[in-house]
């Protein structure tokens, strides 16, 4: 590198440092003299994967190593200052890779700054390949330091990408402005659709053998050899695959990482395990030597290799290694990889070709290089292990990302149907398709996730004793007018991994002060059946469980089997799968993803023997109100779908409480004399039964909190002795003198069929409409009229029973929309009362006239959106938006006052800020906003607002279409 340009950046470095390769970038920067601190990296310790080793080369003539085959992406802390007073420094970190290696251009060492005690972090640079000299280098990064920081601690990452070493970290004082140091944006490929070929699949329906549609290992034996992986630096590829080789012929080899302890524990209290004794690698080498012939090796420059050595090692009875490894431990090498092949999408090809046959088709693994945790499971039962790239390692040399997409869909479409793929297709953020990207494309060819890249002893826990799963009778609980049920469901336990690695809060005393229904995968009856039983059989009676997303394994129904000839068959083999696990786990009620009616319906019809349906992984895009997501749908089955969010970001439990207590009561949107029934969604990352309690504390006397399948039985109940079932808007948009139109839901929720008469008031130009109703179908129903004021009454006759419903009109003056805008040109779409709406800040309030509105108060509201959402989606089309907004008062600091925008998924389509002139206060403008939507995505609406703003007031919006009539 250019020395002189290193003088001229760090002209007050010491001569020692001028000898050294430098990664130059940004602006000059002066430092202040000599270093303010100094760290030597072992001295921080060397927690694994890092250990100390010599180098001479160091400071000190020691440093820490990772190599990349051991790389956990967690970061490293290195180094420790305290008492750094307030101001700007730079760390300059002392590192080193192995340049012998023909790593990706990408391939990236991160190195960064936090303020430790739980501060504030200053982020951290990225250091690509390309900047790294053949020796040792100096990467600085720039950070300042603010007053009441604590502790600085300095960290190094490999994020998996290359053997690194690092030496030293030293911090500088920066006399002038910081530079800029952070390395140009990661190379990243395009956005790729995960494929559309093949399609028209014939169906073949698989029967699931007799360990069910998973295989299972032999019973565990009483003699367990367990090797204690927890901090130490072990080589866990080399082991899974050693313990998949040892299990086959009986589970006897166990590794301890994470909370594995706890179920090793466990299968001794149940009797499943008598002795455990503890052992070295070596010594497990030695010890089982029979079961295995040599290593595979694999090709650090193809990551598919350590997939493809996974199978080979099955199939051949290796160990799958890095050389490095093999040297280690003097094995032979089996199958060397190295250079065999020129990209993934190669390997996976010539692995199909040779090893297909030879291989258990009844499940696969989706599954990134870097993690070893299910491949004893792949090993011991010859699976298929494949990976699907997203846009970061997809840009990877040598990838080639659309080669290995299409190999993906071609294994997808060779797999019998209604086979699961373990693992997941996620491993950070652009390495791999993604959660929805995966999930989705399995669901097209019938398989579906059972999310477990990180459960670890999966050869073991299969063969445990299999108790018997039985729940506790839900309560007979009497349905009261006014009251309003609660049932609140924990999300997440489809993933093995949640309930093996304590993703879930239950081991508090919190837990049972308040019904929760735990969602938990039916496939963990067969793949983990001791944790299972755990968790079964230290339930309390306000605990019970559901099937999580969305049946046996984590699909999304309304793509499943698309890329078959005829979807339905493809699906019912799911929900058979789904109805038989269901029952052995004694599971009431599916909390189904990603559906429509049209699946909620078809579900209810194939799993007549469950109790409801409790959709959606936080509310639904299609739930704006009360009575879309509480409803019966066929056969009378009872839907509940959740009526909360995912919660806000914040890490304070009461503001959770809080924000989660004002969404039921804002999802309440029932007549005082009425019941409501109310799904309340709880992600399980943010959430746990304390916080439960609280939300229950905050909540007035006339909540009632039960199970979930409690609240589908009330439910039911109070639906049936109404015999008709309406849904109506509470608000409409109608422009005066000009015809509306209100679309209507009905459903005969009796046993047989009667005559419905539907009439309006208060409008005129409109005749009653009779309509037959037969029982358990929902109808919809259509109303044209012309509105005549500002309240309709509708009112539905049958069998000598009146329903009555109230709806408010928002009346538009024909006359006030844009110049050149003909109000008979324009077509309701939707209308969206702002309590409605999904907000960031703002309260919901009702007026005296009965108006539902949101209001922001200046200096007291956070900033954010008022409103956003509500992602519905629309035909393509010219768009007129009309806002209804109310300044409050004249309280705040700064002009504008709002910004509003129109976007698709984050992509705005027009934007305009609103100042005080465009508000008077205390008048009720309206914001008529003209767009174009061609979008596959959900419309978003928003008030953007800030604090220092004046107090604002939000009705609602309205959309109308600009037809061409």
Known sequence: MNKLCLVIVLCFLSAALLAEDFVMRGEPAMLAGPPVAVCEAEAAGAPAPWKAV?????????????????????????????????????????????????????????????????????????????????????????????????????????????????????IFECKGPLPALQAPPAKRAEYLEPGTR??????????????????????????????????????????????????????????????????????TERGDVEKVTYITPRQALKRFSR???????????????????????????????????????????????????????????????????????????????????????????????????????????????????????????????????????????????????????????????????YSSNLSVHSGARRAELRQKEPRRIPLEAGKRYVAFTMSDGDNLQVLANGGWAWETDARGKVPITWNMSPSASMLIPDVAD????????????????????????????????????????????????????????????????????????????????????????????????????????????????????????EEKARFTAREITDFAGVEENEPAFIHAFLCNWGYGPAIVDRIAELLPENYVFVSGEELALLEKEYMREKRLLVSAPPETACIEGFVSRLTLKAQNTGDSPFEAAFDLKGVAGFSPLKKKMEPGKPETVVLDFVPAGGRITLEVSFEGRTVTKEITANLYDGASFPAGQDPAKLELAAHYNATNMPSINAESYTSEDGTRYRAAISGESKSGAIVFGPYKSMEKGRYLAAYNLVRLDEKGKSDPVCTQDIAAEGQKLCEKQLFRRDLPVGKRVTLYVPFDWDSKNGLETRIFWDTESDSLRVDGVSIFRITDR
């Open 54 to 170: 010599r180098d001479p080369g160091a400071s000190g003539g020691r440093a820490l190593f990772c190599s990349v085959e051991k790389a956990t992406g967690k970061s490293l802390v290195c180094g420790r200052f305290e008492g750094l007073r307030p101001g700007k420094y730079i760390a300059v970190f002392r590192l080193k890779i192995d340049k012998d290696y023909s790593y990706p251009e990408d391939t990236a060492v991160f190195a960064g700054v936090t303020a430790g005690d739980g501060g504030a972090g200053y982020g951290e640079s990225r250091f690509l390949f390309g900047e790294f000299g053949e020796g040792w280098t100096l990467a600085p990064f720039a950070f300042e330091a603010r007053e009441g920081d604590g502790a600085a601690e300095a960290l190094v990452k490999s994020a998996r990408s290359c053997d690194i070493w690092v030496d030293k970290v030293e």
């Open 534 to 653: 755990y968790y079964y059989s230290t339930a309390t009676e306000n605990d019970s469980f559901g099937a999580a997303v969305s049946g046996v394994g984590y699909t999304y129904p309304a793509l499943y089997g698309e890329r078959f000839k005829d979807a339905e068959p493809v699906f019912d083999g799911f929900l058979a799968l789904t109805d038989k696990y269901m029952k052995e786990m004694d599971m009431r009620v599916l909390a189904p993803m990603g559906v429509t009616e049209k699946e909620l319906a078809h579900i209810a019809e194939k799993l007549p023997g469950i109790k409801g349906l409790l959709p959606d992984y936080a509310r639904s895009r299609d739930v704006t109100r009360y009575d879309e997501g509480v409803f019966l749908t066929s056969g009378n089955m009872p839907v509940v779908r959740a009526g909360t969010s995912m919660g806000p970001d914040s890490g304070d439990p």
């Open 198 to 267: 093949p399609r028209g699949l014939g169906y073949r329906p698989s029967a699931p053998g007799d360990g069910g549609i998973f295989p299972v290992s032999k019973p565990v034996s009483k003699h367990i050899f367990a090797i204690d992986c927890r901090d130490r630096d072990y080589d866990q590829l080399m082991l899974t695959s050693l313990q998949g080789l040892v299990n086959r012929d009986r589970p006897q080899l166990y590794l301890l990482v994470g909370r594995e302890k706890l179920w090793l524990d466990r299968l």
């Open 291 to 453: 079961y295995y012939k040599g290593a595979v090796i694999t090709d650090r420059r193809i990551p598919a290799t350590v997939n493809t050595a996974t199978m080979y090692a099955a199939v051949y009875g290796g160990l799958v290694c890095s050389e490095r490894t093999a040297a280690e431990y003097g094995l032979p090498a089996l199958l060397d990889l190295r250079g065999r092949y020129g990209d993934d999408a190669e390997a996976y090809y010539s692995a199909y070709a040779e090893l297909w046959d030879r291989l258990d088709h009844s499940v696969s693994l989706c599954l990134h290089g870097s993690i070893s945790c299910p491949r004893d499971y792949a090993v011991q039962h010859k699976l298929f292990v494949f990976w699907a790239p997203g846009v970061v390692d997809g840009a990877l040399t040598p990838a080639d990302q659309k080669k290995d997409l299409a190999f993906v869909n071609f294994l997808l479409a060779q797999l019998p149907p209604n086979t699961p793929v373990l693992g997941y297709p996620f491993a950070g953020e652009g390495v791999g398709i993604g959660e929805g990207g995966g999930v989705g494309l399995f669901a097209r060819y019938g398989h579906f996730l059972v999310p477990s890249d």
